[in-house]
């Protein structure tokens, strides 16, 4: 969780706009860990102090999509490297993707600050989780061998909401992963908790019950 001594320390990094609004005790819904989960928290809570959740999670799903489809610019963030001047022209490039958001603007340049631009994918995974949270969803990845179709992904959809994992007034959120590496089935994440049907899976069982019988 973002805390009040970590906001005086954006503050410290020269972003007084982004600083101010992150110190503002706005308790983000979930806590998360490591560096680029404090960076997400202080976005979130610099976007609920300036009523921009909505506007914000837009930019930076626009920026996902951009680095998804040019791993070149994801290259570029976590060069280590960077000079000032070719920080700023990243910054302003990527800002043409997000919409001059101000509040993306003002994490931009702080990470730019410290060197930590490399850790945007990581920040807006993390603030994904945290508007998930904010709008009562529960996210549920479905990872199988192949691509789920439309038809199937309802009825696992359907299934799993009325199952415990799902409580009252949530909303389910399913997001399909494929891995050909488990050979056939499902396995179902639901919050912390995981539920493998793969083939891979009952191959490993079936082969451990082997060994230990020889």
């Not at 101010?20 to 609920?48: E, I, N, Q, R, W």
């Not at 930019?59 to 000079?83: E, G, R, V, W, Y």
């Not at 930590?116 to 807006?124: D, E, M, P, S, T």
């Amino acid at each position: 969780m973002f805390s009040a001594r970590s906001a005086t320390t954006i503050a410290r990094a020269g972003v007084r706009g982004y600083a101010a609004a992150a110190a503002k005790s706005v308790k983000p819904p979930v806590a998360l860990f490591g560096v680029d989960g404090t960076y997400a928290s202080a976005l979130y809570t610099a976007s609920a102090k300036t009523n921009s959740l909505e506007p914000t999670d837009k930019a930076l799903k626009a920026l996902q999509a951009t680095l998804q489809k040019d791993p070149k610019l994801a290259n570029i963030l976590a060069s280590p490297t960077l000079k000032a001047e070719d920080k700023k022209a990243v910054i302003s490039e990527v800002l043409k993707v997000t919409g001059q958001d101000k509040t993306v603007k003002n994490l931009l340049e702080v990470l730019a600050e410290n060197n930590r631009l490399g850790l945007v994918g990581g920040i807006i995974e993390k603030y994904n989780v945290l508007m998930g949270a904010h709008r009562g969803e529960v996210e549920t990845t479905i990872t199988s061998a192949v691509e789920l179709d439309t038809k199937t992904k309802n009825r696992l959809e359907a299934a799993i909401s009325k199952s415990s994992f799902v409580g009252q007034g949530q909303k389910l959120k399913i997001v399909n992963k494929v891995d050909p590496s488990i050979l056939g089935g499902l396995v179902v994440e639901v919050g912390d908790r995981t539920i493998d049907l793969s083939i891979s899976s009952k191959m490993s069982k079936l082969n451990k019950l082997l060994t230990d019988a020889l």
